[in-house]
């Protein structure tokens, strides 16, 4: 067997074992939401207008380093961190809006139901997805599949936040009956997404008591915006429902999870790595990072770990650099890409198609 398809084999079998997915912000930059620089370039636009600009001038001298270091550096006030959470909640919403007419029009096709679809075909009941995104690109994607999800709130157009009931309703139901007790009926568990949103969504509110998630949004004074924003503050507002209870249920999946599939994540969010990197260095788990540049951070943890697969751009992004094991393996087709790795996933890529090179 050649090293490209050793590759294509270990991404196969790891979606065989339904890995616990983690998605970043790159999973969703490909299919046009704006990543961390375009968020901090449209910050910079709309906080030069108000009478914060100057605490933002503290956090904006430091941009180069990223957003959520310059975020962490400055010292901004509590007022400046809710006004940019409401600036990052339109921002993200707005491109979330339009990538949503274009997935509608059938002018943008989502891999990831792709990858979701495949997934259930076999006896799945349950994958859990992961993510520090503000969008629902996975809600669109699991539509498109026919796969029911959960996100921990329950209802219709106006959801209320309820973990346990929601996790009740995805659960098997056995219900008892009978002088002895003897089990009378049984409901098996509904397969479904489990996505679970650690830093908020775009459609998550609350009005000072309950935690909402509208289908429909209409502005309105009432209503603050859940989501996290980048920085300091960030460590305390997690600390809070409903990031609480969702962080704590996600610790508890990455914990039980064999195998992970991690898609535009640069490791850099303490809340999920405490677990996560231990996981990954135990050997015997299976691991893939799908990224388009490898961070610091993640070359360090990953490159030259057992049963851990790195796929990234090489040069224009035509090909694709991996790192397998202990070996560097380049491919001259850009699988690094979402959507031309999902057709590894489902079995449609040409093995022939597919040259290399060894490092």
């Known amino acids: 067997m050649t090293k490209e398809e050793e590759i294509f084999c270990f991404i196969q079998e790891v979606i065989r074992e339904v890995p616990v997915m983690l998605l970043g912000s790159g999973a969703s930059c490909a299919s046009g939401i704006p990543g961390m620089w375009g968020l901090g370039e449209y910050l910079n636009e709309e906080m030069k207008k108000t009478i914060l600009k100057e605490e933002w001038n503290e956090v904006y001298k430091n941009i180069e380093l990223g957003l959520e270091t310059a975020m962490q550096r400055a010292n901004i006030s509590n007022a ?56 629902c690109l996975i809600e669109y994607a699991c539509d ?105 249920l996600s610790d508890e999946i990455i914990r039980q999870g064999k195998s992970y599939l991690i898609i535009g994540y640069g490791f850099n969010d303490k809340h999920l790595e405490e677990l996560l990197i231990p996981k990954i260095r135990n050997q015997s788990n299976k691991v893939i990072l799908l990224t388009k540049e490898v961070s610091s951070s993640a070359r360090e943890l990953l490159v030259g770990t057992k049963n851990t697969l790195i796929v990234s751009q090489e040069g224009d992004g035509d090909m694709t650099r991996c790192y397998f094991n202990e070996e560097e393996i380049v491919i001259h087709q850009p699988i690094w890409k979402l959507d031309i790795f999902t057709k590894v996933v489902i079995g449609e890529g040409d093995l022939d198609e597919y040259n290399s090179t060894i490092g």
């Open 144 to 248: 498109i599949a026919r796969v029911a999800y959960s996100t921990g709130f329950s209802g219709g157009y106006c959801k209320i936040f309820n973990l346990a009931k929601e996790n009740a309703f995805y659960s098997p139901q056995f219900i008892s009956g009978g002088s002895k007790g003897k089990i009378r009926t049984t409901r098996n568990i509904v397969p479904h997404v489990n996505i679970l949103k650690l830093h908020g969504s775009i459609d998550w509110f609350t009005d000072g008591i309950d935690k909402i998630a509208l289908n429909k949004y209409t502005e309105s004074s009432q209503l603050s915006p859940l989501v996290v924003a980048p920085g300091l503050r960030k460590y305390e507002d997690t600390h809070h429902s409903p990031y609480r209870e969702i962080i704590g």
């Open 80 to 135: 400046g961190v809710n006004y940019i959470i409401k600036l990052t909640a339109d921002y993200i919403r707005k491109a979330d809006f339009k990538v949503y007419g274009e997935i509608i029009n059938k002018n943008l096709e989502l891999p990831l139901a792709q990858i979701i679809e495949f997934i259930f075909k076999g006896n799945v009941s349950k994958l859990d997805i992961i993510t520090t995104n503000y969008d």
